[in-house]
Antibody, heavy 120, light 110 residues
């Protein structure tokens, strides 16, 4: 059973960089069948796709984040990461890491989510 | 890319069917057979219920089904149960590697 475990600070100051890691267990991060996603959910709101990465390093991002988001992968650590620069209160959200498999739309495993608050 | 359009709420009595719609454009829902649906209970991570418009992962009850016509996808729960009360989100591939979610629908079992 694939498990995704997120880690990172729960509080970030405005204008600084939000950084989160996601550790993958119970499955291979190297498989060509998967993309590894970050998705966020503002308090009381819907889901927003941030982007995803393949083990080869290819990445796709939601254009709405305007290049503030960067996703990287370290296959030796079985881990992928998210950085969001120049954060504001609007970046306060629960951040989920997840696995896309098969078709583009198929997000079959999710982490438990991590609340990140942007506040002075 | 704009969020897909879902009704904010839906409801039904136990045992009754309910359908939730998800309307996009020809660049997302209408352009690809890559629409998925997620169930989210309060404080929990979303759960995949339907993928590639009509496919159901193992472990998902067969009372959940998906369909699509043109730019609108739908999730139908054929016989509501109390545990189906949750938020539901659709998601579509939007080309060039992009994904887009719907705004979500709160399903209430009366």
């Amino acid at each position: 059973q694939v498990q995704l475990q997120q880690s990172g600070p729960g509080l970030v100051k405005p204008s600084q960089t939000l950084s989160l890691d996601c550790s993958v267990s119970g499955g291979s991060i190297n498989s060509g069948d998967y993309y590894w996603s970050w998705i966020r959910q503002h308090p009381g709101k819907g889901l927003e796709w941030i982007g995803y990465i393949h083990h080869s390093g290819s990445t796709y991002y939601n254009p709405s984040l305007k290049s503030r988001a960067t996703i990287s992968i370290d296959t030796s650590k079985k881990q992928f990461s998210l950085k969001v620069t120049s954060v504001t209160a609007a970046d306060t959200a629960v951040y989920y890491c997840a696995r896309n498999s098969g078709g583009y739309d198929t997000i079959d495993y999710w982490g438990r989510g991590a609340l990140v608050t942007v506040s002075p | 890319q704009s969020a897909l359009t879902q009704p904010p709420s839906a409801s039904g009595s136990p045992g009754q069917p309910v359908t939730i719609s998800c309307t996009g454009t020809s660049s997302d829902v209408g352009g690809y057979d890559y629409v998925s649906w997620y169930q989210q209970h309060p404080g929990k991570a979303p759960r995949l219920m339907i993928y590639e418009v009509i496919k159901r992962p193992s472990g998902v009850p067969d009372r959940f089904s998906g369909s699509k016509s043109g730019i609108t996808a739908s999730l139908t729960v054929s016989g509501l149960q109390a545990e189906d009360e949750a938020d539901y989100y659709c998601c579509s591939y939007a080309g060039s590697g992009n994904l887009v979610f719907g705004g979500g629908t709160r399903l209430t079992v009366l």
